[in-house]
T-cell receptor, first 115, second 113 residues
Framework: GAGVSQSPSNKVTEKGKDVELRCDPI?????LYWYRQSLGQGLEFLIY????????KSGLPSDRFSAERTGGSVSTLTIQRTQQEDSAVYLC?????????????FGQGTRLTVV | AQSVTQLDSQVPVFEEAPVELRCNYS??????LFWYVQYPNQGLQLLLK??????LVESINGFEAEFNKSQTSFHLRKPSVHISDTAEYFC???????????FGQGTELSVKP
């Protein structure tokens, strides 16, 4: 596709369940980011993948959060044993390469609601 | 580590008035700076960026931002706003050698008739 695609667009889950959020970056983009946006909050950095380098996981809030990027393309963010405070919009972004400061392109996000 | 501070969480202005949205950053290394905009119920879009060269950068819809290294600022300005500029604006920074993009808390610009 032409842009960053995220699925699902909305997800309602029960507290304690695991969820997987998917991101399809723009073809050829080597850098991929996950952010979390809560109501009234800014964009909280979660994790950053760049090519074959080890990901920067410094923003993951707990060990319940993990992410993978398979084949340098699609990424999945997994939240285990979801809690109500995990409710937020999860945004994925991609950019061409680390040194291409043309800016990151964002998907529309996945709105996660934990009930 | 880099960080970004947007000093104003909300900025209400009347149509055709000038506006300035403030952004300050902290970093011990050279940085690249960005402003993103999020219109109501839409995704984030890149508005403008500073990478190198001229410290004054402009967007296609009349916004401009000036990189001030001594004051570690990258304030966003527009001389005359429109109702359609109502949105949330995010300032972001990254090291010029690559790495994660760090965002400020956002400033909600509300333009009233």
């Amino acid at each position: 596709g032409a842009g960053v695609s995220q699925s699902p667009s909305n997800k309602v889950t029960e507290k304690g369940k695991d969820v997987e959020l998917r991101c399809d970056p723009i073809s050829g983009h080597t850098a991929l980011y996950w952010y979390r946006q809560s109501l009234g909050q800014g964009l909280e950095f979660l994790i950053y993948f760049q090519g074959n380098s080890a990901p920067d996981k410094s923003g993951l809030p707990s060990d319940r959060f993990s992410a993978e990027r398979t084949g340098g393309s699609v990424s999945t963010l997994t939240i285990q044993r979801t809690q109500q405070e995990d409710s937020a919009v999860y945004l994925c972004a991609s950019s061409l390469q680390a040194r291409d400061r043309g800016g990151a392109f964002f998907g529309q996000g996945t709105r996660l609601t934990v009930v | 580590a880099q960080s970004v501070t947007q000093l104003d969480s909300q900025v209400p202005v009347f149509e055709e008035a000038p506006v300035e949205l403030r952004c300050n950053y902290s970093s011990s290394v050279s940085v690249y700076l960005f402003w993103y905009v999020q219109y109501p119920n839409q995704g984030l879009q890149l508005l403008l960026k500073y990478l190198s060269g001229s410290t004054l950068v402009e967007s296609i819809n009349g916004f401009e931002a000036e990189f001030n290294k001594s004051q570690t600022s990258f304030h966003l300005r527009k001389p005359s706003v429109h109702i359609s500029d109502t949105a949330e604006y995010f300032c972001a920074v990254t090291r010029d050698q690559g790495g994660k993009l760090i965002f400020g808390q956002g400033t909600e610009l509300s333009v009233k008739p």
